[in-house]
């Protein structure tokens, strides 16, 4: 249940029990190879297509995670290279989410995968499935403060994108309120009028905050992510943001 | 100040002296101890010559004895409280020297002054006293007003702490100075290893008490703070079990140990842990329960609370569990709904006798530690043997908490860093509960019991003197991170639970089975059953967190909103009779206790307002008249505010969620007297202001325009539009169904603004049901003036509103924009 991650390839190539070296290794990698899948398979299988080791490069997942997430992929498209919305939307656990059609948006969200990406995608591939899950990675405990910086920064990013639903670059009034309506929805009575009545209090105070003291008469037309960044500065929001991966599987376990 | 703290001194001085004069016999009550010794002072203070009033009964006696004990306790109880005063009272001794440990210094001087009456020290901290009648109230203060959230995430680590960090402790100090004692450093000591290891137990566990006393006043970051604290709340169940297990083996003989033996002590502590925590757990569950259905006796409900957690203490102990335990868990359960389900009243009168209760006995503990040094007969002094203890309490924490934080770092999401991890070690404090157990020694069986006891004793003091005072500088030297003084505010509350179902979305769809996702099954699990059977359905929706806040804010905003309207005199409705009596009529039983309130400090201000002749809305004059009584205004506002508005809140989320199942009639008749004040008022500033009768909003302007004013007229007439425009705004928030008093219009405010039908395209603004009564017989221009020219004004915080400078330039806007059906979206914008 050991969490330990590695950004080296050839570390954790060594771990798997091959005692080739990373070049031959990456040599080997041109067969393509099934991905074992299931517990026992996954102890012996080496990580497969050479896409893996870009992966990993470019997410900070260990192989043996980027294997433990395919799995999980296959297991949601039902096999198939790609993956829709309404397979998401078949997930048990996920039905009772409030904010699950913005999780599920996130997933599609050409702004999630690069930097400039923009619009929304049908179909993702194992590969964004993979990007997106490492918005979630925890932090790694030997970052310099400018690497901190950095994940704080995307982890927000991420965030504010969830609720920039027209990506704009700007929260406005709707988007907010309609997240805190959604996020209300399954407490029973609350209606809407009080989510609405919620996120207008927010958003004052989100106006006090960042313009500071104005007159009331000014026009705010939403939360900027520079606001963002300022609003959300007490959160330790590297190290909430992040959920624990772990290197075995549990896929077995929920459905 | 000075002055402050001398006068007290001087009463607390007074106190003392007059103190051991009677003090002495009632100690021995109160220690329990047998021997009746009665000292002579007694006799000159408490005796009254009978012989002076021989014929027949005296009209004045003084009968000492009736009284002496509950005295004695009573008066003790009071000493420690002034100790406290005083000691509270210089800021700057207790910025350096934390309260604790002055309070232990104080208990020194206390027991001098005892001990020099008395000659013998009868006054000390029996174990009895201590546990039946001292620690319960702290624990479950502790219990009930824990962070679970915070406290159930970080309970992994907190137990591992708690139970392997004890067991460390225990047996590594045990082993080293047995280990010690063998190599011969401490001369002539007649302890065996069992023993040793009991000794080791007993002061293994870090002291709640002494913890909180202490991280209290450091502030340190809330992971931090839950790990100290969870820790020593927890290990103190693991000490006192693990006490037993080997006093049983002392009792035993070392010989007679086997397997079975020992497999039994670590069974019986798994018993003694989980049986506790069970017992406690129950207890909660029949607390809240309980508080489901006092509705009826709502003034004592708040003894419950008290009066079943110390039952769940005392059951456990009775069952041979672990009392603390029991006691932890009972408050950590019943918290959440007994605060649901009592009344709010009820719920603020915990919290309080909580905190009285906890805090007092807190003081009386170190109190009590300090007093209990002053004694010639526990004093046995061993250089090695203390030395080397408190070396080795010392060593073996840090190795003891480094080592655990090690391994647990491996598992955490977010590992514990190394000062924090200094903190924790350094944060090792023990205190009266080790105290408490060595004083339980039985000597007959530990023929050095006199020596743990001072050895003991030794290593309080030092832990909470010594340590105590050394935490702030070292915390603010290592730069430890602090807890975030400021209050959360709404969106991160928002952003909060954002979190919260993303986390476990995002585990869903990873296929990942974590903290997140245990959490959110238990949530269910919660929501279905839990809730449903311990709070009462009339405030089961209420429990999101976000509300707290979003509450807070409304009570802010209306604040805000009445001191201005109080400055600029719209709120004159409220000094309306007329209304008030409509009010009062209508608003039946549940309303009249604050009414009555209200009616009460209206009356001053109605005379003060009837004195004066000018309209109250003319602000320049009403602003001069204010400037005399503004403090008063200011604070009847206030005062005004907080009795009714609160409670009004109260009903008002009641009502609310009821009305969501159906429309009640009550609702509507209160609506509608809301409706008809609100008419009321706009009618009488109609009348008092222009003059003349205005129809519309947008004719009132027409006749600003043309009417050659003088400046002066003028002036007062914009002010008194702009108030119009205002209490129109407010009125307009009769829209809203649930309206239903004074003190609700605040959170009515709101919601009618985000309701406003001209920020909804898709809602036609004017659909006829929406159109509120009062507006429905005016024509047709005025009904649509009114939502329009909400716009500008109803977002705002009241106070911006008014202090808005061109009422009449964003009225023309609007007006202006009104054709158009959709809104602007500069207007939408505005309104924030």
Redesign the interface.
Known sequence: MVATETRSPGIRFVSCGFDTTPVAFGLRLERPRRVCVGVMGLLQSSPGEPQYIDLAEKTGFSFEQIAVLHKRFKQLSHNEETLRRDRFNEIPDLAFNPIRAQIIEAFFDRRNYRQNGQGAVDEIRFEEFVVVMSHFRPPSPHMTEEQREGVRREKLQFLFNMHDTDSDGTITLEEYRHVVEELLSRSGALGTEAAKSIADAAMLEVKSISVGDTKPDDFYEGIKFEDFLKLLNGFEIESRMSIRFLNMDATTLCK | MYRCGRVLLWLLGSVLLTRPAWGAPGEEALTQEAHLKLPESKSSLSRPENGSTAAGKPLMAIKWHHVQSPFIVVLWIFVAGLAKLVIEANHHVTSVIPESALLICFGFLLGGVVLGADGVQTFKLTPTVFFFYLLPQIILDTGYSMPNKLFFSNLGGILVYAVIGTCWNAATLGLSLWGCDKGGAMGEVHIGLLQYLLFGSLIAAVDPVAVIAVFEQVHVNEVLFIMVFGESLLNDGVTVVLFNVFDAFVTLGGENINAAEIFKGIFSFFVVAFGGSLVGFVFGILISLLTRCTKNIQIIEAGFVFVLGYLSYLTAEMLSLSAILSIVFCGICCQKYINANMDPDSVSTVRHAMKVFANGSETIIFVFLGISAIDKSIWVWNTGFILLTLLFVIVYRFIGTFLLTWIL???R???IGFIDQVIMSYGGLRGAVAYGLAVLLDESKIKEKNLMISTTIIVVYFTVIFQGITMKPLVTWLNVKKA?V?EK????K??N???D?????????????????FR?KWN?FEEKWMMGLLMKSSV??E??P??SV?HR??MKDAMSYVTEGERKGSLEFIRNDNALVDFKNKFGDDFSEIMSDFMVSNKYDTLTNTRDPVPSVSLEIHEQTMKDNKGTENFNSHHLLEQNLYRGRKEHRHR??RS??DVNTDENEVQEIFQRTMRNRLESFKSAKTGVTPQTQQKDQQHKMPNGKSPDQIRSYYSGDEDFEFCEADSASGY?ASGSSIPMRTTNR??A???NPAFMPDIDPRAPLEIPPWLADVDPDSVMAAPSQRG?VR???PA??H????PTD?TQQSDEQLPTSAPPP?D?????
Request: proline letters at 3%; hydrophobic letters at 35%; a positive charge.
């Open positions: 770092n491996r598992y999401l977010v590992p975030s400021s505010t709404l969106i991160e928002v952003q639970k954002v979190f179902h993303m986390l476990v979305a995002i585990e869903d769809i990873s296929g990942q089975i974590g903290h997140n996702y959110d269910k089961r929706k429990q999101e976000i509300f979003f804010l409304n609310y969620s969501h199942f809203d709101t919601r603004g985000i309701e500008p977002l705002h915080r911006a509103a202090v808005s400078a061109r964003s500069y939408r914008h505005r309104g924030l």
